[in-house]
């Protein structure tokens, strides 16, 4: 069985054998965000804002009789973009706000245009969204740590779950591995479940965080959970190396980029399986900082609570495909 789990078939309206969390009557200052669609029909706890997060004041519920008084509506664009009826038909209260969520590339999306006009806040990847959702951060240790590399004694892994011939992360690996051994997991490829993911690949010294599409600050768990998370050194392909060092050290990864070929990358990755204090500097910027990730679906919704509680303003996006799209294949 294949680690990666496949995503179920949405149905918009819970089934009546599944029971729905309604919350208590709202408090003066609280605030009440309806979550619209399930993403992708995954059911989450939604009464831990505050026990999970510190975010106190906030109510989630998915019982959507509740839609004239909640404060924002979050919805899971992937799950309702295909058929325009899936949007809220009741007109707005004044009061609410429509809060599109998608963690997905723009390769993915379809539809925005029928969103012109009648969304008032984004909630993505993008570092320019006005909520910004990463797929992992760097937070900063207030002391240097010591740190200790795991035992490392394979070369390179590759974790896939879409091996499409043709594509061009599948090209790159094509030629890559003309020139350096590489383990394939995934579906087609050695079988991986994510009860052994850690100690299956933690013994690698590198790992291929390549990305499926190439947008504007897309960069996901392949770097943050399947490299950093292993304690592998991530070679990535995806965005541009200034773009991943917006969010990561320069020394913490390497870039396809850097070099002219495959056949140059294979080398370097040669010469540095061979060179245990130069791989090793890959990794310094750990002693300063830790890897953040994680959180469920939950910490989305509750975030969406502490921006309104935090100043609600009025806004409307003229155009969400405009702004998602600029720039969404040629970063």
């Known amino acids: 069985m294949c680690y990666f789990w496949i995503r179920p078939v949405f149905s918009p309206l819970p089934l009546k054998s599944q029971q729905i969390y309604i919350p208590p009557p709202k408090r003066h200052n609280e605030i009440l965000v309806l979550v619209w669609v399930w993403p992708f029909g995954d059911h989450f706890p939604l009464d831990r804002c505050q026990t999970d997060f510190g975010i106190s004041g906030c109510k989630l519920t998915s019982n959507r009789d509740l839609y004239n008084v ?14 325009k009826k899936s949007l809220p038909q009741k007109p707005r209260p004044h009061f609410q706000h429509w809060v599109w969520f998608n963690m ?21 990847f993008r570092k320019d969204a006005d909520i910004f959702r990463p797929y992992g951060q760097l937070i900063a240790l207030k002391e240097p740590q010591n740190i200790a590399i795991p035992t490392k004694s394979k070369l390179v892994a590759w974790v896939v779950s879409k091996f499409y011939p043709g594509a061009w992360r599948t090209a790159y690996y094509e030629e890559l591995k003309k020139y350096i051994p590489i383990d394939v997991y995934g579906k087609g490829h050695i079988e991986l479940t994510w009860d052994n993911f850690h100690r299956t690949i933690s013994p690698y010294k590198f ?31 995806g965005t541009s190396r200034e773009n991943y060092e917006r969010f990561v050290p320069g020394d913490a990864f390497i870039h396809v980029n850097d070099f002219p070929s495959p056949k140059a990358l294979a080398m370097y990755l040669l010469e540095l399986d061979k060179d245990d204090e130069k791989y090793k500097k890959y990794f310094n910027w750990r002693s300063r900082y830790y890897v953040k990730t994680g959180g469920g679906w939950q910490i989305n919704y509750c975030q969406v609570c502490e921006a309104l509680k935090n100043g609600p303003r009025y806004q409307v996006i003229p155009s969400i495909e405009k702004w998602f799209l600029e720039n969404g294949t040629s970063v």
Do not use: C, R
Request: charge should be negative; aromatic fraction near 16%.
């Open 70 to 83: 909640a404060d924002a509506v979050v919805m899971h664009y992937v799950d309702i973009m295909y058929d």
């Open 104 to 124: 997905e590339p723009p390769l993915i999306i379809k539809n925005l245009n029928w969103l012109d006009g009648i969304f008032n806040m984004t909630m993505t």
């Open 207 to 237: 790992y291929l965080a390549f990305e499926n599409s190439i947008a504007k600050d897309y960069i996901t768990e392949k770097l943050w959970s399947n490299a950093f998370g292993t304690w592998t050194l991530p070679v990535v392909l």
